[in-house]
């Protein structure tokens, strides 16, 4: 199985997600600075906000789940 490098120390310094075609709300990374495994935003995401990040998934590095 191929493994997917980890883009997220990319949100240390871009917390918003641009880079990856995001515009995250407040959250937080979990894990190592240079190897974070997990981000989580502040408060819940309703349904308009999984549709607005839907297209930018695969860039980001989600499974195929994540983008269908």
């Keep these: 199985m191929a493994m997917i490098p980890n883009q997220l120390p990319r949100l240390v310094s871009d917390p918003t997600g641009r880079s990856f075609g995001l515009d995250l ?8 600075v240079d190897d974070p495994y997990l981000w989580s935003g502040h408060g819940p995401a309703g ?9 930018a998934a695969r860039t980001a590095g989600c499974c195929r789940c994540c983008w269908g």
């Design 25 to 32: 709300p407040p959250g937080a990374l979990t894990g190592p």
């Design 47 to 55: 349904p308009a906000a999984w549709a607005a990040l839907r297209p």
